[in-house]
């Protein structure tokens, strides 16, 4: 048979010192998850420049009192709202809960068993026989500090996890929001684009009238005014579907869309923009990692915790007997499971296994995360370049080619396909640079979250917990 390991042996008679101390003290710890709450709170705000506590007091099926639901809805409003009322957010909170209970639960004592008998004379003699006998089992002293040690890794990982989530959450509402205000601005261009082709069409039905332009001409710019109005009803679901997109992701479905988005906050770019800047933020403060890392210190535990299979299953029992000739005795004793048959290597293999499978893990989200930083940033720096150009250069020299258009037009120099083209050409730079502007504000969106949620430098987070549930 294998012999124990030493560190169990320590282990075991350090906890069998302080017996007593520790069954007095077992299940004192609160079962209240609120500070590890504030503390997921704590983590989530630091990221989101927006308060998380104050929300998650509140019910998440009751309207939120960040939004009236008919003033302009500016982007961290909206965030404001989704943190009370986004339900899968809350799922992650309740999770904090639970993991609170199994923590509490792993330092509390294994409830006795008592057993009672009465026995009844069948050969006609007197007295009868009774017996009352108590167990208790003793191997959790040994195993309670490797219980302790797994429960509070789960409870730190659901902290964890729930701070990510709302993190997560903020990169969503924040597209989302972008979206819509994207869409209403293309909205306002298609319907300028619809009055503009339709002062063009009145102009031409003028020239027609006094024998300056051909039908054929009134008939070209009445395919356009008909080609800019379906483009405006298009533009106008589309606003709705994107309104209709943002309520789902605050968690109000449900909600009318009276309302406008109203220009967001100037997003500030990383001030180290490099790439090997952005790893090293992603990887001191991303609080995926964090909680990877948690359930690989999880692991850790559950690996020692295996370790004691090799020990005895030990249980102190007591007991008190009367025979049927009216003696009486106390009768204190143990019972010890050998583990020979089950020496405890299947539970230390598959720990250990469970082990490599965490640590793994953590390398997949760690090769990913370092592919989202990469490729949001070339997306960020692609769009950034191509909206400058078209503000810059695009957009007026369009400007200006539909100004001389229309001056050329007026004056019987060019005619009305050069005005149709330059009027195209205008709107669709317009189209252009609202595409741009969103591909730009989602991809400064995805890499903020890309990098744990925040350009600013925090500490890593840590929430290694020193609290005892005895």
Known sequence: MDSFPPSSLRRLVAQSRCLIPAVLLAGCA????QGNLDAAASLATSRIDTSAAAAWQQPVDTPS????????????VALAVAIQNNPSLRIALSRIAERRADFVQAGLLPNPTIGVGIGVAI???????????????????????????????DLQAAVLTAAEHTVTLAARVGVAHAAALAEAQRRSLD??????????????????????????????AEVDVQSARTALIAATRHTEQAKLALLETMGWPGHTIDWQAAEPTAATPPRAGSDLALLELAASQHLELAAQAALIRRHVAARSLADTKRLPEVKFTFGWQRSFNERKAVM??????????????????????????????WIVTANRIEYDVRNTASKWREAAAQTLVTADRLLPAAAAALHRSQSAYSEGVAGLTVLLLAQEQHIAAQRILIDQQLAEATALIELRRAVGGTFESLPAPSLASRENPS
């Open 123 to 153: 050969d006609g003699l007197s007295g009868a026989p009774a017996l009352v006998q108590g167990l208790q089992a003793l191997t959790w002293l040994w195993t309670r500090p490797d219980r302790i040690a797994t429960a509070d890794a």
């Open 65 to 76: 009192s960040a939004w009236n639901g008919r003033d302009p809805l500016h982007a961290d």
């Open 332 to 361: 204190p004793g143990a019972q010890i499971s050998i583990p020979i048959l089950d020496s405890g290597a299947p539970a230390i293999a598959k720990a250990q296994a469970q082990l490599e499978q965490a640590r793994l893990t």
């Open 30 to 33: 609160s079962l209240d998850p």
């Open 191 to 220: 319907a300028a684009y619809l009055d503009v082709s339709q002062t063009t069409l009145r102009l031409i039905q003028a020239r027609h009238g006094v024998g300056e332009a051909a039908l054929l001409d009134v008939d070209r």
